[in-house]
């Protein structure tokens, strides 16, 4: 029970201390986060990459025919198309935030869901040039991401 005179809360000192002890974790924290984040975007785009790869090779073996993976405008950063002669399969929007180079502007999966050279994409981030993964196709039509520049 609270006597006359007792006041509950806190002082205005506790509360800039508090406040202090925040900001200092805050400011320790927001870069980690940054760092975290660039990398969940690489994975999250070299994982958009590879099952567009696979959606390509999979309906080239069902369809009995060439499926054509192609980058939209000049860059494949612009976006990608996966595509059957005139039907689009899926289109992949513009990606903002990196950079993606392709060793092809496009690239055709056969009936046999293979392709007639190897592909390969290196993605980096923008902010940060060592942030890269490297997304490799191999003639058989399968799928390697490593970490690192190609």
Request: with cysteine.
């Amino acid at each position: 029970m609270l006597e006359l005179g007792q006041q509950r809360g806190y002082t205005l000192l506790e509360l800039m201390v508090t406040l202090g002890i925040v900001s200092i974790l805050a400011g320790v924290a927001v870069p980690s986060f940054t760092d975290f984040v660039r990398t969940q975007r690489l994975r999250s785009v070299a994982s958009d990459l590879t099952t567009s790869f696979q959606l390509a090779r999979s309906e080239a073996v069902k369809r009995n025919t060439d499926i054509t993976v192609a980058r939209v405008g000049s860059s494949w950063v612009e976006g990608w198309t996966v595509a059957a002669g005139a039907t689009t399969l899926r289109a992949q929007d513009a990606i903002s935030g990196l950079s993606i180079t392709g060793s092809a502007n496009s690239f055709i999966f056969r009936s046999n869901g293979r392709i007639d050279s190897a592909v390969t994409f290196s993605l980096a981030s923008a902010a940060d040039a060592s942030a890269a993964k490297c997304v490799r196709l191999s003639l058989s039509g399968s799928t390697i991401t490593d970490d690192g520049a190609c």
